[in-house]
């Protein structure tokens, strides 16, 4: 168990490079041309150095951590559905009509929901757990999110579910989140951590017209200009400030699944702001990290430019519970078979110059 943030980064290191090597020289002698399977080998080759040298890569069975969260900022107007989606969604999702729920069913990922705080009762599911009292976070146009402690408290909770999983033999992660208005924080998060523009990043979420994108926009630069009269501007303070709690603990399991060394695969654009968070906590967490889709909010392209990351897919998704993870799982799975059972040139009795200029 992880007792402290201290704790928690001093597990975090980058992956061994010499793990990338082995597994590029094993995949260019796999039968086919080299490079030929594209960015499932760039799959595989992570995969094989995350698991440090493990052959065969196992990364089944998988476990998907969807987090869900209320937001003060809602007051502000910058949200098209009210609060209440939150509880109804979170029940939906148990109930299994979601989207994230056929698909986790379809690709066989079991699923945990961390209520981190919303306006409802924690529905009495195994799957459930609450893990912070608070109903809501503070306004972020007029005070910060949450507590410094808070914060550290969700992200320690979502580190050690990363934590209790591979005690149960969970190999690979996931994340979602649900939380009505939670493109807000997101957005001001990423145009703090990487100096944006809200008027450029701001999107519609779950369906503002064009004249309430301005006014969310407008809400984020607010809370931006409140947080930066503060003293405290750590990566840690940015998420206490601006953040979600369901981001805080996203955050959490993206530092746990590094610090552990095991893959995690982020969903789209508040997932993602769970990522920017850790990954400016702790920057080799980029190593253990696949973002599973491009989001169709307007800012993203800019966004994982910043993160030097490129997502697997473009589906023109923008759901955010993590159906875009489970459709990556299957990728995952895919590089994993050709890295596992794809026969060698020598396995094949073929000649590799004779193969290669055919």
């Not at 003060?72 to 107007?77: F, K, P, R, Y």
């Not at 809400?219 to 953040?243: F, V």
């Not at 794809?342 to 590799?352: K, Q, S």
């Amino acid at each position: 168990m992880f007792q402290n943030l201290a704790q928690l980064l001093s597990q975090i290191t980058p992956i061994d490079p010499i793990y990338l090597k082995k597994a590029q020289k094993h995949l260019d002698n796999l039968t086919k041309p080299v490079g030929s399977l594209g960015r499932l080998e760039e799959f595989a080759v992570k995969l094989f150095a995350i698991y440090q040298g493990k052959f065969p890569i196992q990364i089944d069975p998988a476990l998907h951590i969807l987090a869900a969260g209320d937001h003060g900022v809602c007051i502000e107007g910058v949200a098209q559905n009210p609060q209440e989606v939150t509880h109804l969604m979170i029940l939906n999702i148990l109930k299994g009509g979601a989207g994230i729920s056929v698909l986790a069913k379809q690709y066989n990922m079991d699923m945990v929901l961390l209520d981190a705080g919303h306006k409802g009762i924690c529905p009495k599911d195994p799957r459930a757990r609450k893990i912070n009292t608070l109903e809501e976070t503070g306004n972020i146009a007029k005070e910060n999110a949450m507590s410094l402690e808070l914060c550290e408290k969700l992200i320690l909770e979502g580190a050690n579910t990363v934590y209790n999983a591979s005690q149960k033999g969970y190999h690979i992660f996931s994340i979602g989140e649900m939380g009505i208005g939670n493109t807000t924080p997101a957005t001001a998060l990423f145009a703090k951590y990487f100096n944006l523009d809200p008027a450029k990043i701001t999107g519609p979420g779950a369906g503002l017209n064009a004249e309430r994108v301005l006014h969310k926009a407008k809400i984020i630069q607010q809370a931006i200009e409140r947080h930066n009269e503060q003293k405290e501007d750590s990566a840690l303070a940015i998420l206490a400030s601006l953040g979600g709690f369901e981001i805080a603990t996203l955050c959490g399991v993206v530092l746990g699944a590094a610090a552990l060394k095991y893959p995690v695969i982020i969903d789209g654009f508040i997932s993602t702001s769970a990522y920017a968070a850790a990954y400016c906590i702790h920057n080799a967490v980029k190593d253990y990290a696949f973002l599973s889709h491009a989001s169709a909010e307007p800012g993203y392209q800019t966004i994982i430019e910043k993160l030097q990351k490129k997502p697997m897919l473009d589906l023109s998704m923008r759901l955010g519970e993590g159906t875009g993870s489970a459709l990556a799982l299957g990728l995952l799975r895919s590089a994993q078979t050709i890295y596992n059972e794809m026969a060698t040139f020598a396995d094949a009795h073929i000649e590799t110059d004779t193969y290669h200029t055919k």
